[in-house]
């Protein structure tokens, strides 16, 4: 199928009964050895992937959470939404940035608290922003390093 997978033959497929319990029996991971046949090579090339794949998910994931508690913060300051719908996900996002004590004190006195979480949060994904331009030249050198070129 590609080189990392492989077809499984019929007699071996699963036959389950409910079928969209099994998201694939037709083929399966290959492990693939580098041209000495060591398979620390093979880990290594996993481990390099992995975690960039890791890196790359992390940081997106971190980015839409910022951008996210940004927008709901302008909306709570701007009035068009009230301090109460906030949600669990902007908490969770500032209580990474100042620890678990924000959380009262946004409740306590959102008109306060909130202009300076929102131009914190501005500043933290801007910082994340130009540290993910950097990371992408790491990143794109880990994959052309660990995958071979089409022909």
Known sequence: V????????EEEQEQSPA????LN????????DGPSGNS??????????????????????LMEALKSAVEKAQRVISG??????LG???YRCIERMYGGEMF??????????????????????KKLTAAKEVWK????????????PEE
Request: aromatic share 8%; with cysteine.
């Open 2 to 9: 590609t080189p990392s997978y492989k077809l499984i033959p």
């Open 19 to 22: 079928k969209d319990t099994v």
């Open 25 to 32: 029996n037709k083929c399966c991971l290959m492990r693939l």
């Open 40 to 61: 620390t090579e093979v880990k290594d090339y996993e481990e390099a992937m992995a975690r960039c794949e890791d890196e790359m998910f992390e940081t997106d994931m």
């Open 80 to 85: 068009e939404m009230r301090m109460e719908d």
């Open 88 to 90: 669990v996900k902007f």
């Open 104 to 125: 009262e004190i946004v409740r306590e006195d959102h008109n306060k608290a909130l202009p300076v979480i929102l131009r914190r949060l501005k500043e933290k994904l």
């Open 137 to 148: 030249s790491g990143w794109k050198r880990v994959f052309e390093e660990n995958t071979q």
